[in-house]
């Protein structure tokens, strides 16, 4: 995958976890489900993995491309593809 010329390289569950996301566009979702739905396995301990995983996707996306994956405080996290540089928070 490229993004501004850039070729991306993605770990396996980065890569899931990221056409999840994007094929369930605006959809919130939360660590649970992204943890039972992505990753396959019954959420339980720290779900904390999420985060770590949707950081590092953000910081490969780039500085221009990183606010697609939105974060909804207190809920989970969704693709919104009609982020833009002017408009994201």
């Known amino acids: 995958m490229s993004v501004d010329g850039r070729q991306l390289a993605f770990t396996c569950m980065e ?4 056409a ?4 369930h566009q ?3 979702h939360s660590r ?3 943890m039972a739905l992505v990753w396959q396995q019954t959420p339980a ?3 904390r993995t999420v985060d770590v995983h949707l950081a590092r996707l953000r910081r ?3 500085p ?3 606010d697609l994956i939105r974060t909804v405080r207190m809920v989970g996290y969704a ?4 982020a833009t540089p002017t408009s994201r928070h």
Not at 79 to 82: E, G, I, L, Q, T
């Open 26 to 28: 605006h959809r919130v």
């Open 60 to 62: 490969k996306l780039g």
């Open 64 to 66: 221009g491309h990183r």
């Open 45 to 47: 301990g720290d779900l």
């Open 15 to 18: 890569f899931e976890l990221l």
């Open 79 to 82: 693709f919104d593809p009609s």
């Open 32 to 34: 649970e489900r992204l």
């Open 20 to 23: 999840y996301l994007v094929a």
